[in-house]
């Protein structure tokens, strides 16, 4: 039998208060528990929103998530509206949530959401580079060996890919990608998406790095062009035949070196080393 108790999942503005879906209001003014990542943010929330907070309000972030929980399960099945909410975006994406949906679910009580603004999506929309298929890999591990072998994995990946980073690891992990994906795979950094200082720097991977090396502030984002199929032989003997032809079709060597890297999908600067050593 399914409980009268309501799980609402609520997007909350990632930037500009106006970017609220109009149900944030209603879902905060009408709710027996709203659980948030941090109460005063929320508070503050329901104050630009000119909202009054009508039920409990308890806190519900990384620290408590899991013995907060059962206590959430227990309003639901006994018939209460309770409403997530996290800093920014939608709950359970990076985000506390997950804990509390799966035990909801497993209890057959009804899960909804308030849809709305998503850092992922909008960073994704904006980058410039291919939306047709793309993955989420939420925010690296911080120590640089885990990161590496995390980012190999993801070497070959095709889809497009969207980061969440911290602004002083920023320049670390473009660096990291630039090594493991290649330093002309294609990138943008979202910064301070629909916020006042929003800025959207696009290029390749090593470019970025070099530019993240002053320091990056504000909520980061970072979208990377996932691999590109292996279209041609990627032999020593391939890819110098390869940049030949195009030369000799009367392409500069430079271009073609590039053409190659591109349509294999290796790093430019490896196409470059084995037609040299050739000449060599």
């Avoid at 929330?45 to 620290?63: D, H, K």
């Avoid at 916020?195 to 980061?220: C, Q, S």
């Avoid at 890297?261 to 050739?278: I, S």
Wanted: aromatic fraction near 4%; charge should be negative; hydrophobic fraction near 45%.
């Amino acid at each position: 039998m399914t409980s009268a108790g309501v799980l609402v999942l609520a997007a909350t503005p990632i930037g500009r208060v106006g970017d609220a879906p109009p149900r944030l209001a209603e879902e905060l003014a009408g709710a027996d528990v709203v659980a948030a990542e941090d109460t005063r943010r929320l508070k503050r929330l329901a104050s630009e929103l000119g909202v009054e907070v009508g039920g409990r309000v308890v806190s519900y972030f990384e620290g408590n998530e899991a013995a907060r929980t059962p206590q959430l399960l227990e309003a639901l099945e006994a018939g209460q509206r309770v409403v997530l909410v996290t800093d920014a975006g939608m709950p359970s994406v990076s985000d506390p949530g997950y804990r509390l949906v799966a035990a909801a679910v497993g209890a057959d009580v009804h899960v909804t959401a308030v849809p709305g603004p998503s850092a992922v999506l909008t960073a994704l929309a904006v980058s410039g580079l291919p939306v047709d298929r793309f993955c989420f890999e939420g925010f690296l591990p911080r120590k640089a060996g885990e990161r590496g072998r995390r980012l190999a994995e993801l070497a070959t990946e095709p889809r497009t890919m969207v980061f969440f980073e911290s602004p002083h690891r920023t320049a670390a992990t473009l660096a990291a990608m630039a090594e493991a994906f290649g330093a002309d795979r294609p990138a943008a950094v979202c910064r301070e998406l629909t916020k006042t200082y929003e800025e959207v720097r696009r290029g390749p991977l090593a470019e970025l790095a070099d530019w993240a090396v002053e320091g990056v502030r504000g909520e980061i984002t970072l979208v990377v062009a996932g691999a590109l199929p292996a279209t041609r032989n990627t032999d020593p003997e391939s890819l110098r035949a390869a940049v030949d032809q195009l030369v000799e079709d009367g392409m500069s060597r430079k271009d073609a070196v590039a053409d190659v890297a591109r349509t294999t999908g290796l790093p430019k600067r490896e196409v470059y080393q084995v037609v040299h050593t050739d000449d060599d």
